[in-house]
Nanobody, 124 residues
Framework: QVQLVESGGGSVQVGGSLRLSCAAS????????MGWFRQGPLKEREFVAF????????FYSDSVKGRFTISRDNAKNMVYLQMVSLKLGDTAVYYC?????????????????WGQGTQVTVSS
């Protein structure tokens, strides 16, 4: 199993930007499809973005499409989530997730490894 550690969360005003990072270790990173999910107060964990294990194809939820960008660096065992034009509704704990040999996993039940999460707070 891969171990994941997120970083980069924080507080930002509406319209601001943040970049989240997720460092992976303990397994062959390039074999894993990688995703970002988030969980707001009193909400279930929801899909944000996913990048395929091979080929680099990316997927986004409708709520973040055009504002967020997921990317990966297999040489560094890292996955990133660049977030721009942040909205109040983006406030949540953001989790990095991994699942082997997946092009897409947008259901949290399909994720086999999770990080501990990083808080993103967007304020007016």
């Amino acid at each position: 199993q891969v171990q994941l550690v997120e970083s980069g969360g924080g507080s930002v005003q509406v319209g601001g930007s943040l970049r989240l990072s997720c460092a992976a270790s303990g397994s062959t990173f390039s074999n894993y499809g990688m995703g970002w999910f988030r969980q707001g107060p009193l909400k279930e964990r929801e899909f944000v973005a996913f990048i395929a294990w091979s080929g680099g194809k990316t997927f986004y939820s409708d709520s973040v499409k055009g504002r967020f960008t997921i990317s990966r660096d297999n040489a560094k065992n890292m996955v990133y989530l660049q977030m721009v034009s942040l909205k109040l509704g983006d406030t949540a704990v953001y989790y990095c997730g991994a699942v082997r040999f997946r092009i897409l996993a947008n259901d949290s039940r399909d994720i086999t490894s999770w990080g501990q999460g990083t808080q993103v707070t967007v304020s007016s």
